[in-house]
């Protein structure tokens, strides 16, 4: 339980509270709801997405050299994958940086 609560540390998620005569450590989680979406995507983003990119990158320059109609369908099939991958980081990076208030009026405005 403690890693995790460091791991929560490290995200930004929780801050360590120092309580003036005890030796245990006491924790205050964010209480944003809103932060706390943005350090999730954030943190889910460089941990998850950006190496499924970097691997989709790499799975198409290493088959470059490979001819006939299966490569080049698995190519383009790597390469319409890896440019959802940039486009899905991209928006999520670009909402991660609104404040809560633009950011819910954009998603009423693409929802309807």
């Keep these: 339980a403690h890693t995790n609560l460091k791991e929560l540390v490290g ?3 929780l801050r360590i509270i120092v309580r003036r005569g005890e030796r245990k450590e ?3 989680a964010e209480k944003d709801v809103w932060k706390i979406f943005t350090i999730i995507l954030r943190e889910r983003q460089r941990r998850e997405i950006d190496p499924a990119l970097e691997l989709l ?3 198409h320059r290493d088959t470059e050299d490979l001819q006939g109609a299966d490569a080049e369908a698995f190519r383009k099939q790597i390469r319409e994958l890896e440019q959802f991958v940039s486009f899905a980081r991209n928006v ?3 909402v991660g940086k ?3 208030g633009p950011a819910m009026k954009l ?3 693409i929802l309807g």
Excluded: M, P, T
Aim: net charge neutral; hydrophobic share 40%.
């Design 26 to 28: 006491f924790f205050e």
């Design 57 to 59: 990158r790499d799975c």
């Design 92 to 94: 999520g990076g670009n």
């Design 107 to 109: 998603a009423a405005k």
């Design 11 to 13: 995200w930004g998620l």
């Design 98 to 100: 609104l404040s809560y």
